[in-house]
């Protein structure tokens, strides 16, 4: 589409040359020379400054698009940036919770077995006619396995409490950055 206008002032320039020469004396002296030149000259000039501008019309064009392909290319690096974050927050809570999980059936299980045992003991205590002694232990035992049990459910809904209050935090965040990168 360019080189239209190109051709365009190329073209008209070269009617104005022939348009001059043909009506140019038949004797070609200095003054008839001048008589030519200053006009091809000014139109010269003219051509030069009218495809300055084309050029200089068609080069901001050209910036424009390409601040504005990186400006694009420039939020679409931002929205799977914050993607592959938020995927890898997700991922790495997801392992944690179930490093957790783990950590905590190991312990609820030596916990379990150690209560068991406690329990067996003042069974055997009660057993064998040591009915103090052994209802000592089985009292001790369970009052410590509800102990442990209420300690392990204030715990879980302090975690949860926590875990609510960062989901509405990042929820809120990321609200906010979607309106700033909107902008």
Partial sequence: M???????GIVLAQIATYFLIVLAPNELNFTAFLGIAI???FIALIVAFWF?????????DAVYKVKDDFANERDKLRTN?????????KAAQKDIAKET???HAK???????SFAGL?????????AQMLTAGL???????????????????????????IENRSEIKVIESKRNRKSISK
């Fill in 2 to 8: 360019q080189i239209l206008k190109f051709l365009f």
């Fill in 39 to 41: 006009p091809l000259i």
């Fill in 52 to 60: 300055n501008s084309i050029a200089g019309h068609h080069s901001k």
């Fill in 81 to 89: 940036a914050q993607r592959a974050k938020d995927r890898v927050v």
């Fill in 101 to 103: 999980a783990k950590a």
């Fill in 107 to 113: 312990a609820n299980f030596k916990v379990g077995a």
């Fill in 119 to 127: 329990l067996g003991v003042g069974a055997l205590f009660v057993f």
């Fill in 136 to 162: 000592l232990a089985i009292s001790a035992t369970v009052g410590a396995m509800g102990g442990y049990y209420w300690r392990g459910k204030r715990i879980e809904n302090n975690r949860l409490k926590e």
